[in-house]
């Protein structure tokens, strides 16, 4: 692994004007500390994707298929016919630029490929000297007409230029709302490591988390057993902290409804207290007005790394959740804490496997709203389903147990611009902290920043890429952090929980990072439960603790 | 120096000659006043209908709507239904805001790194600005040309001339929408090679439509207020045109036929460019869909059946873990069954 730079001299080396030599003149450059690994090829083998074989980026060689060109042209084709999104934005971008500064990556490394119009224009110059009439006529006079109108044959370094920076954006979609028309660079890098994926070009953040989700049911690869035994240790812990033992089920028939959340929250802090969190509620919720929530271990991700390979590969890990849900017999689903988990169901699951028929239009039999805005998905958000309990006064809260914490809220890419989930979340922090402060207008809701690491690229080895990309949300962090003092950054999503932390340790040493149901847990008042001395992460509660040092 | 431009500054400089010099040939007012031009609009309403209907023939398989603003969910919570449009009515209004005004622009931002270690996103309203400016003047440009292709002018053409030159400066009479558009252009060229990155980004086909529109501006102009082109000439011409009775009118003089093959070349350069963009805006599916996915079930025409790992195999798998930690199973497992006795070979 490469050496990481220093903050300030990550800071300082960014600069945005790039190099008089033209880009297509420029050849890639693959980079340490840039690039994630290649796919472990058992795990391409597991789930029956092409070309399994050991390779690496920085090789030379990547060991490609003879007829690889063949390969990605067909697939081109074929997706062109397939998609209109990429038909439309692979013709009509007009390079204004307007995208350009709008990218993390770009903002936070300075590198020219990365601004969103030039990632674009990566898989664009191909497409117009393979597909384009103008593209094949022009072409035919000579290689100099060819790159002033921005054509290009796909050769070796053209392939690897287009895998280095496809890894590089994390479909965050940003740059889709500013766009004049609304060109999407998520649907673009979706479509280019489809392509990839055609001749086995995955990396294996990716690629092994597939793997897993397919067996054992979530990313982590984390066996029913193993699982249950989790599970049970958050169980203890929470009777510690609270005096109130709680009892999750899992896998039951005939219970209300269905809960999943990614696997992350069971797995590393801090996503492991707003599993607690979670976990705490619905026993309230069982206790006080009997309602049957349930786990899985078969469908124990929400998450979905399959988006981050294919639009096949994605049908085939959601396929668990109505399954599931099927199989158990329950009323509706609820889902947890996550980005682009959200973006799947709300976008793609109800197309892609259902229609969701044996399912009930969703209904709180707590307050009894109807979830009208779920009605045919027959899948609910927790935030919306506890800023529903909420408002309509069915929780016990005591707010002032949050008030070490001064919170501020970062918006999920995925369900900030491919959802529209900005208040439900707000609402609930409002109502279970009083300390709260919005960072930068530019910086939150549509136009939130991505937190550095998502669509698959959360992994050790890019962490200078993470870091960088990492710096605006960090940036505006860090603002309120001088500004208001704020120490805890509230997120709904499992792969923040796991890449915030990193990149506040970075760039804002002095905060940390929640889950918004880690924050509902410490507020709600259990029945029956003893004296709380200290919050779901052990540490005192506000005026107690001068009883933690007895 | 730049080939980009270079190339695209001397394809509009030869398109210029090439008129202009032509013109002086025999039967070249014929060439370039009635051949071409009817060549070039059947170019151009062909390749126009033929680009949109073979973006159409693609089909939306996801309902995947960029969402910028609160969705429809609980009755309480105010929804943002333009930005986050839950009814057809939200996407019609949503459209008309982003062709008519470049809602999506009118957000740009831009980013810089300040003293320290702060980074700032101030409004940017330039390009925006400029850009609309560019599409209105070149709309009421064009408009107002309606004048040379209609009899009797129709009062709206006859009012928005009127509008347009309502200053009243000199004879005849300044149209702002001329200027103007030559401003946007001269602007929308300047920030290309003035602003390190759009340079980067820039392709001889992004300044070659620059130059052909600023060629198109510059002789109109040049006709109107300086060589005072034979304006009612130059009707009866066009008339021809439309009439589908074309003949020549002499003496109307060679700029007005590089102003003619300008447009020509710009129509029939429309369909096979970036310049489409004025048809895909409408087919783009992160600004032209509901977003209802939860609500409604979107079909996605070409949906096939996958392969899946079911709970049976799931269960199989794993069955004696999960009994062995109290998980519910659907087969228990099979009783030690007694072995079945070899069979000897």
Known sequence: MSELPKPDELFSKIDYRPAPKGWMDTPVNIRKGIACYASNPKSVEYVGLPYPRQWSCFDEDWQLPENWKEIISKGFRERLDRFRSIKVFMDICVRCGACADKCHFFIGSGDPKNMPVLRAELLRSVYRNDFTTAGKIIGSIGKNFKKIIGARELDLQVLKEWWYYLFQCSEC?????????????????????????????????????????????????????????????????????????????????????????????????????????????????????????????????????????????????????????????????????????????????????????????????????????????????????????????????????????????????????????????????????????????????????????????????????????????????????????????????????????????????????????????????????????????????????????? | MNISYMYSLIAVIILFLLAYVGVKFPGGEVFFGIIIPYLALIIFILGFINRVIDWARSPVPFRIPTTCGQQKSLPWIKSANIDNPSTTGGVVVRMILEVVFLRSLFRNTKCELKEGDKISYEWEKWLWLFSLTFHWAFFTVLFRHLRFFTEPVPACVQLLEKLDGFLQIGLPGLMLSGVALLAAVTFLFLRRILIPQVKYISLGSDYFPLFLIFGIAFTGILMRYFTKVDIVGVKEFTMSLVTLNPHVIKGIGGVFYVHLFFVSVLLVYFPFSKLMHLGGIFMSPTRNLVNNSRVKRHVNPWNYPVKVHTYDAYEDEFREKMIEIGLPVEKMMAPETPEEPEEKE
């Not at chain 1, 927790?382 to 809260?397: C, M, Y």
């Not at chain 1, 970062?410 to 707000?426: F, K, Q, V």
């Not at chain 1, 922090?429 to 937190?451: L, S, W």
Request: with cysteine; hydrophobic share 35%.
């Open chain 1, 173 to 550: 979609r940003r740059c889709s709302v500013f766009c004049p028309y609304g060109i999407d660079t998520a649907e673009i890098t979706i479509m280019g490591r489809e392509l990839l994926n055609l001749i086995g070009l995955n990396v294996d953040w990716i690629a092994t988390p597939v793997a897993n989700c397919y067996r054992t049911g979530n990313h982590l690869g984390i066996q029913p057993h193993a699982y249950k035994d989790m599970m049970d240790f958050f169980t203890d812990d929470i009777e510690e902290i609270t005096g109130v033992r709680v009892e999750p089920s899992f896998n039951k028939k005939g219970a209300d409804i269905l809960f999943i959340t990614p696997s992350g929250d069971i797995f590393a802090d801090p996503g492991t207290f707003t599993c607690m969190g979670y976990m705490m509620l619905f026993h309230y919720l069982k206790e006080k007005y009997g309602f049957d929530i349930t786990w899985s271990t078969y469908a124990s991700e929400g998450g979905n790394f399959g988006f981050f390979t294919s639009h096949e590969m994605m049908k085939r890990l959601n396929s668990k959740m109505y399954a599931e849900a099927k199989r158990l017999g329950v009323k509706w689903i609820l889902g947890g804490e996550c980005g682009h988990m959200w973006r799947v169901i709300h976008q793609y699951m109800d197309t892609m496997n259902g229609p969701a028929d044996f399912l009930e239009e969703p209904v709180s039999p707590i307050t009894g709203t109807k979830f009208e805005n779920a009605k045919s998905t027959k899948m609910v958000h927790i935030t919306e389903f506890t800023a529903d309990l909420i408002k309509h006064n069915k929780l016990d809260l005591d707010p002032s147990r949050n008030d070490h914490l001064k919170v501020t809220y970062h918006d999920s890419c995925n369900t900030a611009r491919g959802m529209g989930l900005l208040e439900e979340p707000r609402y609930v922090i409002k109502n279970v902290c009083n300390n709260f402060y919005e960072m930068p207008a530019n910086t939150i809701r549509e136009q939130t920043f991505c937190c550095g690491s998502g669509s698959g690229l959360n992994a050790g080895e890019n962490m200078e890429l993470r870091m960088q990309g990492g710096l605006p949300r960090a940036n505006a962090v860090k603002y309120v952090h001088e500004k208001h003092g704020v120490n805890m950054l509230a997120c709904i999503c499992a792969i923040d929980r796991a890449a915030l932390p990193a990149s506040m340790e970075y760039w804002v040493p002095e905060v940390d990072v929640t889950g918004v149901h880690e924050m509902v847990a410490n507020a709600l008042i259990l029945p029956g439960e003893g004296k709380r001395t200290t919050d779901l992460r052990s540490e005192p509660l506000p005026g107690m603790e001068e009883d933690d040092a007895e």
